[in-house]
C-alpha cells in the first residue's frame, strides 16, 4: 500500500507557542489529504478535508484560524497548530485514499504535548 | 454514511481464529464495509474491504451477510502482534476519509 510519512512523531511544546506538521505522501499524488486528531482512549476525530491548490474544508466545531492547513503540492500537506495550549494536546494523523479502491492510508501520526 | 456497532472488546488465544462482528443495518446500497486496524500509538492500518461478496487478502477474511447488515472480519491464527483496535467503517469511495470512526473492537490475543 501506499506510504504516508509524518514528521515530527513527538513533540513537545510550550503554551502560545504554535507547531507545524507535516504529512508526505512518498509514492502517491494525493489531491486529498484528510487530518485527525485522537485523544487518549477515544477514536479518531476528522478534523479538516486539506486540498491540493485550495482552501481546506473543516469539519463543524474544528477552527480554521487556529489549525492552519497548507496542501501546496501532491504529497505534502502541513497542519499548524498556532498559540496552541494544553487542551491541543493529542495525537495527530494524516491520510489520504488510494486512487482504486479509496482505502485511506495514514501516517504514523504525530503525538503533540503542549505544556 | 451509515453508522456501525462494534463489541468494545474481544480476547482471542494465539494462533486461534479471530472473529470480529461489525453491525452497519443501514448501510446503503453503494456503501463499502471497509476494516482498519490500530496498534498502540501507530496510526491506522488500512486491513480489507467489500461491497458484497466475501473477500479475502493476506492479512483476513471478510464476511458480509446477504442483506449487507452486517459483516465479520477473520483473522485466521491470531499472533501477539494482532492485539489492537479494530475499526468497521461504512462509506462511498467519495467520502473515504469523512466516514465516522466509531470506538472499534479492542482485540486481545493471548498466548
Known amino acids: 500500500g501506499a506510504v504516508v510519512s509524518q514528521h515530527p512523531s513527538w513533540v513537545i511544546c510550550k503554551s502560545g507557542t504554535s507547531v507545524k506538521i507535516e504529512c508526505r505522501s512518498l509514492d502517491f499524488q494525493a489531491t486529498t489529504m484528510f487530518w485527525y486528531r485522537q485523544f487518549p482512549k477515544q477514536s479518531l476525530m476528522l478534523m479538516a478535508t486539506?486540498?491540493?491548490?485550495?482552501?481546506?474544508?473543516?469539519e463543524q466545531g474544528v477552527e480554521k484560524d487556529k489549525f492552519l492547513i497548507n496542501h501546496a503540492s501532491l504529497t505534502l500537506s502541513t497542519l499548524t497548530v498556532t498559540s496552541a495550549h494544553p487542551e491541543d494536546s493529542s495525537f495527530y494523523i494524516c491520510?489520504?485514499?488510494?486512487?482504486?479502491?479509496?482505502?485511506?492510508?495514514f501516517g504514523p501520526g504525530t503525538r503533540l504535548t503542549v505544556l | 454514511d451509515a453508522k456501525t456497532t462494534q463489541p468494545p472488546s474481544m480476547d482471542c488465544a494465539e494462533g486461534r481464529a479471530a472473529n470480529l462482528p461489525c453491525n452497519h443495518s443501514?448501510?446503503?446500497?453503494?456503501?463499502?464495509v471497509y476494516w482498519y486496524r490500530q496498534i498502540h500509538s501507530q496510526g491506522p492500518q488500512y486491513i480489507i474491504h467489500g461491497l458484497k461478496n466475501n473477500e479475502t487478502n493476506e492479512m483476513a477474511s471478510l464476511i458480509i451477510t446477504e442483506d449487507r447488515k452486517s459483516s465479520t472480519l477473520i483473522l485466521p491464527h491470531a499472533t501477539l502482534r494482532d492485539t489492537a483496535v479494530y475499526y468497521c467503517i461504512v462509506g462511498t469511495g467519495a467520502n473515504a476519509g469523512k466516514s465516522t470512526f466509531g470506538d472499534g473492537t479492542t482485540l486481545t490475543v493471548k498466548p
Open positions: 486539506s486540498n491540493e491548490g485550495s482552501k481546506a474544508t473543516y
Open positions: 443501514t448501510i446503503s446500497g453503494n456503501e463499502y
Open positions: 491520510s489520504h485514499r488510494g486512487h482504486i479502491n479509496n482505502e485511506q492510508f
